[in-house]
């Protein structure tokens, strides 16, 4: 599958800029989630709010971002801004082979089911392609987060905005735009993919298996299980 230019996706992004809306005004989390441990107090999950950790860059168009389009099968940069680090593809002893990397480097894209160079708006379920590689999806392994490859789309990625899909009219969908604070949520899991810091694997994990501890890090709560 060819992947679509970001310059000619460009030409028509002016057309979609009115249907983007900043991301402010966002309400912060509605409720607090706590993990249960032996004593039955813990410290909190990282909550939905806090999830809203990812961005989609197009290094290309940096100088008038945020206001472009994201576009069905044109390559960007996936950033976490609770790391400040891009993700891409790379090789490692344990886990999904994934890499945090100080720079820049156009190796994502986000296909929709409506073909690609289609605008890809919020709440839509798209699937996530790591140049390189494959395509992400849930799956259990042993170590790292539970990420799989998949030779082919799987379409179980929501791009969510908000808390509790408040945010999100299907009649009325909104068009996403690069450098906008967004979820990643799985459909099939049922859970956002956020920054935790592990032992095994890249630092990714599933929100309502990641704690905050006093000190503002994120841990598993899950108990320790050292690498093979």
Not at 4 to 31: F, H, N, R, W
Not at 131 to 141: P, Q, S
Not at 205 to 211: F, G, N, V
């Amino acid at each position: 599958m060819k992947t679509v230019s970001l310059v000619g996706a460009l030409v028509v992004s002016a057309l979609l800029v009115g249907c983007i809306q900043d991301d402010l005004g966002v309400d912060g989390e509605t409720g607090e989630e706590i993990a249960a441990q032996e004593s039955g107090v813990g410290p909190p999950l990282v909550s939905e709010y806090e999830s809203r950790e990812w961005q989609i860059r197009a290094e290309a168009v940096a100088s008038v971002e945020p206001l472009i389009p994201v576009f069905s099968g044109v390559t960007y940069t996936l950033f976490n801004s609770t790391l400040g680090q891009y993700i891409k593809y790379g090789s490692r002893n344990n886990g999904i082979n994934l890499v945090w990397s100080q720079s820049e480097s156009l190796g994502m894209s986000l296909e929709s089911t409506h073909g690609l160079a289609s605008s890809v708006s919020y709440g839509e379920v798209v699937a996530i392609k790591i140049e390189g590689h494959g395509y992400l999806k849930y799956g259990a392994r042993d170590e790292g987060v539970n990420l799989r490859w998949s030779d082919t789309p799987v379409y179980e990625w929501q791009i969510r905005r908000g808390v509790n899909d408040e945010w999100y009219d299907p009649e009325h969908p909104q068009a996403l735009g690069t450098v906008q604070s967004i979820q990643l949520y799985n459909v099939e899991l049922g859970d956002q993919l956020v920054y935790c810091q592990r032992e095994c694997g890249i630092n990714l994990a599933w929100r309502k298996t990641c704690l905050v501890t006093n000190r503002h890090r994120r841990v598993p709560a899950l108990p320790f299980v050292p690498c093979w």
